[in-house]
């Protein structure tokens, strides 16, 4: 056998810079846009044909529906985008990798790739050395572009030659007569080989060079193309692991449309790729089936043109090399027009039913928390500001939701305190509240944001001062969800020491989570309705500060005592007394929220 482990190795090597090729195009496009993709994604979805046309042209620019869907995956965890949003550009996704396809087909075969790459990577490598970061970025663009066509040049070169090596031929000629089951099977071969390499861009650059060379024919080749649109799904799913819920269902609905759309194809396969190449023959482009008979039939007839077929030895004015080219550029194209043709008809179907795609991701991955479902915010949006005055009273019920929110991470704190650390339900529940923190940070930046475009409209006087009374509020409950992840981590760092804490010390903690837990309850009702907000409630509030600041100075003087009459050590009472000033800390900042209230009472009074 011809083809050794080094040609293996240079077929690894040649897929490798490929998709290193388009990572780095990618990324280097990504930073030359800057903050303008992620602005144009949030702001493009407002319904179904926005976010569809958005998805189509981002992955069209990035050169990667996994880079995109990837991207709607984050967005999503973050609570920029809901999940219907999130299908519709995810769909449009689906359509915008056919670009990259057409890209590989139209230039793969056509041009030179080694008359273009070197100069390319010659005109790119000064931009790299400028001060400009976005010249830098144009240049890693280019440089990407270059390494993209050069990994499919010796993709070109290292995939094994089957006329060399019969006995493979043999081998995948006994799964290439199947009929139907052939079928299936090079299906699952698109699949397994598009989520090995995720890239269903590599996987339509490998079946085209095997098909347009006549070792498998259109069927064939078209079963590998649908199967890496199920296979390309692998990516997204892997970012959403880490995810919640809602990144999670993001990922699944991703899947789900491209299952639904092969169910369908596999339904109607032979009449829908006979369709296809009617369609590429009508366009002029040759019939795209016809290339492996022909192959077949110059080996049977002139085995030493056969041989030296695709080896380069024959000039390209031979009437058999040229015949095959043309052939070779119907397979691409009509490889192309498949692949578009089943997304666009995928898209049109089933871009009526996103509302039922989002019930069914929502059946297929359900929420372990109900709470968990509740990321996004709820009374205010990125639209247009019409009447700064009344959209002031939604930022005030959106205030009072991540008031609530933020109340919820006390009480995973204060369950934290009893779980045992390094186990794996701490994990999950530090893990969780670290998600939590993750989404007031994020919501602190969406309300102060909207706050600061309603104080730019035309405000009364006591508009202006509400505002800023509010953007204090705001950055006060941020605060608050610091504090308790920050009890977290003093507990990781506890289990990092090998530290217990016994009965007395987990007594007192609980007492102390009480008293923050009635302050912050308190805090929470006065934000529901902070235009009439009542003295009494005000009062309340200084009065649990007063019981937490008593409360604190109690167990500071006793843990001194308790450490010399050895009722724990004293690296116990160091992060004893670190999660007691940690708590003291949150009613600090609660209470800045109560004072902050009571300064807009007063100047309303005035």
Same mark, same amino acid.
């Given at each position: 056998m011809n083809y050794s482990f080094l040609d293996f190795l240079g077929l690894l090597g040649a897929?490798?810079?490929f998709l290193y090729g388009m990572k780095v195009m990618s990324e280097g496009l990504q930073k030359a846009a800057g903050d303008r993709?992620?602005?144009?994604?949030?702001?493009?979805?407002? @319904?179904? &044909?926005?976010?569809?046309?958005?998805?189509?042209?981002?992955?069209?620019?990035?050169?990667?529906?996994?880079? #995109?869907?990837?991207?709607?995956?984050?967005?999503v965890n973050a609570g920029l985008m809901s999940l219907s949003q999130s299908m519709a550009v995810i769909m449009g996704a689906n359509v915008g990798t056919t670009f990259t396809a057409w890209v590989i087909a139209l230039f793969g075969f056509k041009v030179n790739i080694s008359a273009f790459v070197l100069p390319m990577i010659g005109l790119s490598i000064p931009l790299l050395f400028t001060k400009k970061s976005r010249n830098k970025s144009i240049g890693e663009f280019l440089i990407g572009f270059a390494f993209l066509f050069m990994g499919l040049d010796l993709i070109s070169q290292y995939v094994p030659d089957l006329q060399s090596n019969?006995?493979?031929? =043999?081998?995948?000629?006994? +799964?290439?007569?199947?009929?139907?089951?052939?079928?299936?099977?090079?299906? $699952?071969?698109?699949?397994?080989?598009?989520?090995?390499?995720?890239? #269903? $861009?590599?996987? &339509?650059?490998?079946?085209l060079i095997m098909c347009s060379?006549?070792?498998?024919?259109? @069927?064939?080749?078209? $079963?590998?193309? *649908?199967g890496s649109n199920i296979g390309t799904t692998i990516t997204p799913i892997l970012a959403s692991m880490s995810g919640n819920v809602a990144a999670k269902r993001t990922a699944m609905g991703h899947l789900l449309f491209n299952l639904l759309g092969t169910v369908w194809v596999l339904a109607l396969y032979f009449p829908f790729v006979h369709f296809n190449a009617w369609l590429t023959e009508t366009l002029g482009q040759g019939d795209p089936a016809a290339l492996q008979g022909f192959v077949n039939h110059i080996e049977a007839t002139d085995p030493e043109v056969y041989n030296h077929l695709f080896d380069g030895s024959l000039p390209d004015s031979h009437p058999v090399v040229a015949q095959v080219g043309k052939m070779q550029m119907s397979v691409s194209i009509g490889l192309s027009i498949f692949h578009t043709v089943f997304n666009l008809i995928n898209l049109s179907v089933m871009i009526w039913m996103t509302n039922l795609y989002v019930k069914i991701v929502m059946r297929l991955v359900p929420t372990k928390h109900k709470e968990d479902e509740e990321f996004q915010l709820k009374f205010i949006?990125?639209? *247009?500001?019409?009447?700064?005055?009344? @959209?002031? =009273?939604?930022a005030e019920k959106e205030i009072a939701v991540f008031a609530e929110r933020v109340q919820r991470m006390i009480g995973m704190a204060q369950t934290l305190v009893h779980t045992k650390e390094g186990t794996e339900e701490f994990n999950n529940s530090f893990s969780r509240l670290e998600k939590y923190e993750d989404i007031s940070d994020r919501m602190e930046i969406e309300i102060a944001h909207y706050l600061n475009r309603c104080s730019e409209g035309r405000l009364s006087n006591e508009g202006k001062l509400k505002i800023a009374a509010m953007l204090r509020i705001v950055s006060e409950i941020e605060s608050i969800a610091d504090c308790c992840l920050g009890a977290g981590k003093i507990l990781i760092r506890k289990h990092q020491s090998h530290i217990n804490f016994n009965g007395e010390i987990y007594s007192n903690l609980d007492t102390m989570f009480s008293y923050v837990e009635s302050a912050m309850s308190n805090m929470v009702s *006065?934000? #529901?309705?902070?235009d009439n907000a009542r003295e009494q409630e005000i009062i309340t509030g200084y009065n649990r500060e007063r019981e937490i600041n008593n409360f604190r100075n109690q167990l500071r003087t006793s843990n001194i005592e308790n450490i010399?009459?050895?009722? +724990?050590? +004293?690296?116990?009472?160091?992060? +004893?007394?670190?999660?007691? =000033?940690?708590?003291?800390?949150t009613g600090d900042y609660i209470i800045n929220v109560v004072d902050a209230v009571r300064e807009q009472m007063r100047s309303k009074a005035v």
């Open positions: 897929v490798g810079l993709l992620r602005n144009i994604l949030s702001a493009m979805t407002r @319904n179904r &044909f926005t976010g569809t046309l958005t998805g189509f042209a981002i992955t069209a620019l990035i050169q990667s529906s996994s880079a #995109s869907t990837v991207m709607v995956v984050s967005f019969p006995e493979m031929f =043999a081998f995948l000629q006994r +799964y290439a007569s199947m009929g139907y089951l052939s079928v299936l099977i090079f299906l $699952a071969v698109g699949i397994v080989l598009t989520m090995v390499i995720q890239s #269903s $861009a590599a996987t &339509f650059a490998i079946t060379k006549g070792w498998i024919d259109f @069927n064939l080749s078209c $079963a590998l193309v *649908l949006s990125g639209g *247009l500001l019409n009447a700064a005055e009344l @959209n002031i =009273a939604q *006065l934000l #529901s309705d902070m010399n009459e050895r009722h +724990y050590e +004293y690296q116990a009472g160091i992060y +004893y007394m670190d999660l007691v =000033a940690n708590l003291e800390k």
